[in-house]
């Protein structure tokens, strides 16, 4: 399989960036796994054998899966397990408002072996598909510096140089599930999407997965035989560094821009590459009001001005297609209806994580994956509490309000709408701007079937040629439930 870059990291403990997330998927062994298809998809146990909801979802049991053992064969521990769930909130920016810690997590043992219980002070209805994040799967430290996981595949080369990186497959829980799973595989850097493809019709890759394609050469790949074409959860958005000179600085002028930006026209500037993205409720299938637009309006006094007379303003992105053309586009967009001269500053991608962790831009034209598949990955990095909203300087009492009254609310209908009025509530009040979601194309050797893609975004890769996955419960009502394959 391709990659169109190296990794930016294969730290375990902080993932940073797509490709190391697909590489490392394929090392650990995540306490939980996404099945099924489409609006069916929903997380089912993997490192754990259980996973079960004592209540509203305050309280949780985790039973370890058996037959866990690191590469040296040693078991792995119950407290490996916990610690991966511990891990789970650190990445993913996740907010437990008016707490301290997080939620609290007991060793204990029953009639069938060791299970750990977790206590949380706000009710954690989404908490199977927040353990699918791969950075909670377990890992440990080696003596030498590294690490190593239970996964069913062990890394035997990683050359920069070469942009390759290979994998055999090992002894593991995992892989005893999957008998006929490849017993290698190889990532290959391809900078260039016409090289990956070229290799690909060489031979050369069994798999070719890209995003980030100019619209002839997604129509190109998208209407060969082995494509498979699949929205990702995965979000273009326009952010403004709070305090710039900008009435994009303001919610009025933010709600201004997105009323008037016409998502269905850029979108068919970029035929197929794009998808218009109003809200987050599309990102993933079968989400009640998916995509429904913002009810707000323009406002009465639209908040215009004539070309050069405000300051200017810097526009921060990728330099990869087609952020290009989409960047050029919001440029003309705000220099005709706010008044700022647009200066774009493409960066390489390494170049671009970095101003991002900075905060060094002005305007931003960012594409963020969910790190798992609910609307509160992308919602609660703007409680004033998190890092992230630290870093960027922004606290908003009414975002506060909204997301703690979402984290709170037990599971049940209200919690979906309490939902709605945080994300209604962070459009209105953050300095982001949702425009698009990001489309895919995959081509595959004819032998295997459609590419298993998570909602996250990842690929299962020793799925490709393994027999179908479990079918997946989740908990659907406040009464004790229990989750398993």
Known sequence: MDLDDWPLSLDPY???DFNQALVLDTLVDPLTREAGTGAGTRPVPAALESLECLDDGHTWRMRPAPDQTWDDGTPVLLADIEAGVHRAWSPTAFVL?????GPRTTRVRDADGPVLELRSPIPLPFLPELLAFPGAAPVRETRDGGWTASGPY???????????????RKPSRRSRSRPDAPERIVFQVHAERADAVA??????LDVCFSTGLDPDAFATLAGRPEASVR???????LWVKPGIDSPLDT????????A???????????PGVVLPLYGYGRLWPGTPDADRPSARERSARPLRAARGVRAEL???????????TVSRALARDIEDRFGHRVRLRPLTFPAFAAAVAAVDYELLYCISPAPFAHPASLLTPFHSTTRGARALGFSDQAVDTALERALRTPTGDGAAEAWRDAEETVRERAPVVPLFQVNSVTLRRAALPPPDITSSGLVGLERMTGPPPPTALTPTSTERRAVSP
């Open 251 to 258: 919610p009025e002028g933010r709600a201004e821009f997105s």
């Open 260 to 270: 008037g930006w016409d998502r269905g026209a850029a979108g068919d500037a970029l």
């Open 199 to 204: 290799a690909f019709d060489a031979g050369e």
């Open 97 to 101: 408002p008016g707490t301290l810690g």
């Open 231 to 237: 929205p990702l959860p995965v979000a273009c958005r």
């Open 314 to 324: 810097t526009l921060t992105y990728a330099d990869f297609p087609p952020n290009d």
């Open 154 to 168: 062990r890394p035997v080369r990683a050359d920069r140089g070469q942009g390759r990186i290979e994998l055999r």
């Open 14 to 16: 902080h993932i940073v």
